[in-house]
């Protein structure tokens, strides 16, 4: 599987971007998906994860209620909906699969897309 994630940018505190995570190959329905995160000068940390069918969710404290996340395996996509941005959102995004929830929370990774930048301005 690969994955790509795209739909990061410039946006103003307070708007919303939606992140893609594109992926190929035949089984990427059967993974659990998540979103991880970078800031500069920070560790990467957990955003959010879906399981396989979108039945359950997690999502980090700091951006519940804010950021939504979503799947779409007709198209092997993953969506990260942004709302309510603030500066501190700033980083770049990573989609990344693996086998359950609760392992992509723990870092155990099965696969990584490359990172989606987003800036937010005060």
């Known amino acids: 599987v690969q994955l790509q994630a795209s739909g990061g940018g410039l946006v103003q505190a307070g708007g919303s971007l939606r992140l893609s995570c594109a992926a190929s190959?035949?089984?990427?329905?059967?993974?659990?998906v998540g979103w991880f995160r970078q800031a500069p000068g920070k560790e990467r940390e957990f955003v959010a994860a879906?399981?396989?069918?979108?039945?359950?969710?997690d999502v980090v404290d700091s951006v519940k209620g804010r950021f939504f996340i979503s799947r779409d395996n007709a198209k092997n996509t993953v969506y990260l909906q942004m709302n309510s941005l603030k500066p501190e959102d700033t980083a770049n995004y990573y989609c990344?699969?693996?086998?359950?929830?609760?392992?992509?929370?723990?870092?155990?990774?099965?696969?990584w897309g490359k990172g989606t930048l987003v800036t937010v301005s005060s």
């Open positions: 190959g035949r089984t990427f329905y059967s993974y659990d």
């Open positions: 879906i399981n396989w069918n979108g039945g359950s969710t």
């Open positions: 990344a699969a693996g086998s359950h929830i609760l392992m992509i929370k723990s870092g155990d990774i099965d696969f």
